[in-house]
C-alpha cells in the first residue's frame, strides 16, 4: 500500500482511504481501490496482475478489513 508522501521517510499522511467499486473490465465483480477523499483519482488495491475480485460489495468490504484493517466504504463514482 502506497500513502503519500510526507517529507519524513517511510511517513504516511495518512489521507487516503479505502473505497470498493465495480470493476471497470468486469463490471460483475467488486474491487477494493485507494483514494483520497474529494479527488478525481484512484488507485486499486492490488496491481492488475495480482487483482482480487470480489463476487459481492460485502465481500469486497469485508476482505478490506481482513487485509487493510479498514472498513471500505463505497466510492462516491461508482455506480
Known amino acids: 500500500m502506497t500513502r ?5 521517510p517511510l511517513a504516511p499522511d495518512m489521507a487516503a482511504q ?3 467499486m465495480r470493476d471497470i473490465m ?5 474491487r477494493l481501490c485507494w483514494s483520497t477523499p474529494g479527488a ?3 488507485c486499486m488495491a492490488e496491481g492488475e496482475c495480482s487483482a482480487i ?3 459481492t460489495m460485502r465481500a469486497a468490504i469485508a476482505y478490506g478489513e481482513r487485509r487493510y484493517g479498514e ?3 463505497r ?3 461508482s455506480d
Open 4 to 8: 503519500l508522501y510526507t517529507g519524513q
Open 53 to 55: 475480485y470480489h463476487r
Open 40 to 42: 478525481d483519482s484512484y
Open 75 to 77: 466510492a462516491p463514482w
Open 71 to 73: 472498513k471500505a466504504t
Open 26 to 30: 468486469q463490471p460483475k465483480a467488486w
Open 18 to 20: 479505502l473505497y470498493v
